[in-house]
């Protein structure tokens, strides 16, 4: 449960949303959508800096509280975009929310099931990631009515503090002691070199990482530019 809310809040919150933002930030300021969409590539930029040092960091961690602290960023740098003054201050907005997001997103929820499942791990984690498309349906829809109901600053507001809450306090409150466990230092007595030369020279490493970054930066692209293209027909 932990990892489908955390997937979809991070994904929902932070990817799938931002497109219905774009418009009206941009009308706002008088900026071209590409100035406002640069907040975004400052985001994905910002993950792809911390989430190799925030895995790390779980694998020598209990995981609620990096989730938790995680859902607080990720919700207090969402929040702050709606009092800007000004888009330079949604950019440096752009790195806590990408700090937050990389701590309490899919990594924390695939770490999660990693460690609570020894038997079903992949239907687990099959499940778990439904999140991700759940957020990409809900939040959508949500941010859409809450931007036409009380204006994108509101909407922001409330998508922050919200995600902030709900997601916190089920961390909290959910993760069972045993997901809890940090595994690095048994990794380590089993003789297993996790070491950054060592992940870098694995035969799966680069096939991986680069049909990901393919995947996911075509898709990111596409999701922040439609709603607005939609919406100018």
Same mark, same amino acid.
């Given at each position: 449960?932990?990892?489908f @809310?955390?997937?979809?809040?991070?994904?929902?919150?932070?990817?799938?949303?931002?497109?219905?933002?774009?418009?009206p930030?941009?009308?706002?300021?008088?900026?071209?959508?590409?100035?406002?969409?640069s907040?975004?590539?400052?985001?994905?930029?910002g993950?792809? +800096? @911390?989430?190799?040092?925030?895995?790390?960091?779980?694998?020598?961690?209990?995981?609620?509280? @990096?989730?938790?602290?995680?859902?607080?960023?990720?919700?207090?740098?969402?929040?702050?975009?709606?009092?800007i003054?000004?888009?330079?201050?949604?950019a440096?907005?752009?790195?806590l929310?990408?700090?937050?997001?990389?701590?309490?997103?899919?990594?924390? %929820?695939?770490?999660l099931?990693?460690?609570?499942?020894?038997?079903?791990?992949?239907?687990? @984690?099959?499940?778990?990631?439904?999140g991700?498309?759940?957020?990409g349906v809900?939040?959508?829809?949500?941010s859409?009515?809450?931007?036409?109901a009380?204006?994108?600053?509101?909407?922001?507001?409330?998508? %922050?503090?919200?995600?902030? +809450?709900?997601?916190?306090?089920?961390?909290?409150?959910?993760?069972?002691p045993?997901?809890?466990?940090p +595994?690095?230092?048994d990794?380590?007595?089993r003789?297993?070199?996790?070491s950054?030369?060592a992940v870098?020279?694995?035969?799966n490493?680069w096939?991986?990482?680069?049909?990901?970054?393919?995947?996911?930066?075509?898709?990111?692209?596409?999701?922040a530019?439609?709603?607005?293209?939609?919406?100018?027909?």
């Open positions: 449960g932990v990892s @809310l955390a997937q979809m809040l991070a994904s929902g919150v932070t990817t799938y949303s931002f497109g219905y933002f774009l418009k930030i941009a009308e706002e300021f008088g900026a071209s959508r590409s100035a406002v969409s907040g975004q590539s400052i985001f994905m930029l993950a792809a +800096v @911390l989430l190799p040092a925030v895995g790390r960091l779980m694998d020598a961690r209990p995981l609620r509280g @990096l989730i938790v602290a995680g859902a607080v960023l990720m919700g207090a740098g969402v929040a702050g975009v709606s009092q003054a000004s888009l330079w201050q949604a440096l907005l752009a790195g929310i990408a700090l937050g997001s990389s701590l309490c997103g899919s990594l924390a %929820g695939s770490t099931i990693v460690r609570a499942f020894s038997e079903g791990r992949a239907r687990a @984690l099959g499940l778990a990631s439904l991700t498309s759940a957020g809900l939040l959508p829809l949500i859409a009515w809450l931007i036409e009380s204006g994108w600053r509101a909407a922001l507001f409330f998508l %922050g503090a919200g995600s902030a +809450v709900l997601l916190g306090v089920t961390a909290w409150l959910a993760v069972p045993g997901a809890d466990r +595994v690095l230092r990794a380590v007595q003789g297993l070199d996790l950054w030369g870098l020279r694995a035969r490493f096939p991986i990482t680069v049909s990901m970054m393919i995947v996911y930066g075509s898709n990111t692209a596409l999701i530019q439609l709603p607005a293209l939609a919406s100018d027909q």
